[in-house]
């Protein structure tokens, strides 16, 4: 490893202009080596304005780099990630690393393979109050049950949402897209999931209602969504045990800061060669609890 980690970004759309590149070009521990997206125009205008350049193929921006950044689609994110693995790159994923119990374990194994470092971005679970409050509740225990709202209102009526042009989410909808983000507060606080015994059922549009039971025999729900009205939209996650009840704090500010940890996290595994907690195989850990989930709607 060099001095900083060399990171080339793989993706343009609007998460890669907004959050991804400005913290990798602004982050001391890292150099932004370039951009790589499937519109070359896009791949350039995004390098010009964070002084770096686009790549042609997403394997001449792996020859220049220490490690990537993924922000596209997750069957795109799967198959660039293993061969990114494969070439020797640490990985820093977006959530979910793919939407495919096959798919996730491909990453996994690619990663421990190679021996890289990876780190998987779950906003809540990078953000600095609400991580500081999923370790204070991990460490307490206790806990007799939780429920997550995680409610969006991106394919409501009249939203101006800039993921709404986004054909996965449209496809996949909110389990896949919100539901890793409850997944990311509920597993490390209440343990792992009982893959066999969840079960799902499905709400108004794409909202999804999720009922899962943890290994230690605690019981959670979520409620899931992107297509609530804008009123009702927001997350809110409530535990209860022999503590009394706590709520999740409401972030104060974007996701960029949140990013910016994830960044620390890869930086920490690289040097210290440690796997995060939010490595590909939790990344993989999720995309089964969500494809059993998937398989209970039918």
């Not at 393979?113 to 991990?138: D, N, P």
């Not at 490390?188 to 039971?213: I, K, Q, Y």
Request: with cysteine; hydrophobic share 45%.
């Amino acid at each position: 490893m060099t001095t900083t980690l060399r990171i080339g970004l793989l993706g343009t759309g609007p998460w890669a202009r907004r959050v991804h590149a400005p913290a990798l070009a602004a982050h001391p521990g890292v150099t932004l080596t370039g951009v790589w997206g499937r519109r070359p125009d896009a791949a350039a205008a995004l390098a010009q304005a964070h002084d770096t350049r686009s790549y042609a193929t997403p394997d001449e921006l792996f020859a220049a780099t220490d490690a990537v950044a993924v922000a596209l689609p997750p069957s795109v994110q799967a198959a660039l990630a293993v061969r990114a693995a494969a070439a020797g790159r640490h990985l820093l994923l977006d959530k979910p690393v793919a939407t495919s119990t096959t798919e996730a374990r491909a990453v996994a194994d690619a990663v421990q393979r190679a021996g890289v470092a990876s780190v998987v971005f779950f906003t809540a679970r990078f953000g600095v109050a609400e991580g500081a409050w999923i370790a204070e509740q991990a460490a307490a225990g206790g806990w007799f049950t939780a429920h997550a709202d995680w409610l969006g209102s991106v394919f409501a009526a009249g939203s101006d949402s800039p993921y709404a042009a986004s054909p996965w989410r449209r496809e996949k909808g909110a389990l896949w897209d919100v539901g890793p983000h409850a997944l990311s507060v509920l597993l490390p606080v209440l343990g792992d999931v009982e893959t066999a015994s969840v079960t799902a059922a499905r709400g108004p549009a794409d909202t999804v209602l999720l009922a899962l039971r943890h290994a230690g025999g605690a019981a959670s729900s979520a409620t899931l969504s992107l297509t609530a009205p804008g009123p009702a939209a927001g997350v809110q996650v409530t535990l209860r045990g022999t503590a009394g009840t706590t709520t999740l704090p409401r972030r104060t500010d974007g996701p960029g800061p949140a990013y910016e940890r994830a960044i620390d996290a890869l930086l920490t595994s690289v040097r210290t060669g440690e796997p995060h907690p939010c490595d590909a195989r939790f990344g993989l850990r999720v995309t089964e609890i969500l494809a059993a989930a998937e398989s209970a709607l039918g």
